[in-house]
């Protein structure tokens, strides 16, 4: 299998998982195959890019960081000579994934800020932005501890925990279902998002609705940490956000064949229960964060 199909299998089966990780990944495949790209005029070419766009673009619907970079990518590519667009596009992924990463470490800054000493903060599934944040938390010196959940039925909740004690940080492990005895010690709780919709509503791992409502019930701040291009501007003229639903094998291998499972990879964070959204842009309630997302990056609602 070559390296675009590879990518794109990682993504399906989550070897590569997290929005973030799926959105740079998936430029870098993106790129490759366009690279090999035999097209003979500028509307082939056209073509080609939206048809390979699409392809990456079904390998999980609930993903619109991974869209709108891509869509980022090609955007100005789109005016060009033909002989000068791939070239460009080379340049722009380098461009984005730099500036990716620039502003990834200003949301860790922010969001560290909010982990005091001897504080117990509490998370689901893997998140990169929730553990750059927990890293730069301990890189500054604060003592404090991890309370988090398995998130079943892939466990990434494990991968979060590895990668916190590998860097020093005390965490203790709960299952699923023991998500409100790990967030009653908690003085924050720090999610991740794969989609915010113009209603501000946040997507994230399945479980995460229920457990934000357990946390308000408990006076718990519930943060949502998220680069900002996450957000889903197609929302706003009435497109859903797609919640993407995997196969019933990954919940039960050789479960009876009339028992039906319905396995929802994500769900929806009502804004009412979110304190506030930690972005490279700073911390904002939903609806303060989807206006300042409309005056950074006009370029998401024009293509
Ligand atoms: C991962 C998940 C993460 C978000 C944010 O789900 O829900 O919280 O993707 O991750 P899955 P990041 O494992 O199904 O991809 O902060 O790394 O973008």
Redesign the pocket.
Known sequence: MDYFNATLSKIRN?EI??????AKEASKAFIFKISESKSKDKDELIREINTIKQKIFNT?PTEP?MRNMINHIISSAQDMDFKYIIPSLHINLNKTLRWTTKTERELANIGAKKIKKGYVAYT???????VSIFKKAKDTGIEFEVHNTETRP?Y?GRKTAKELVAYGIKIRHYVDSAARLALKKADIMM????AITSEGQVI??IG?ELISEAANRLNIPVYV???SW?FNSETIFGFDEVIEKRVEKEVWPGKPRKVIIDNY??EKIDPSLITGIISEMGIYRPQNFIEEVKRRYKWMFTI
Not at 17 to 22: E, V
Not at 124 to 130: D, F, G, I, P
Not at 191 to 194: F, Y
């Open positions: 989550l998982q997290g929005a973030a990780d799926i999980r960081f689901h599934c893997h998140s990169s932005t929730v892939l990434q999610i991740g998002a794969d994230n791992k995460s940490c998220t680069h996450k990879a994500f």
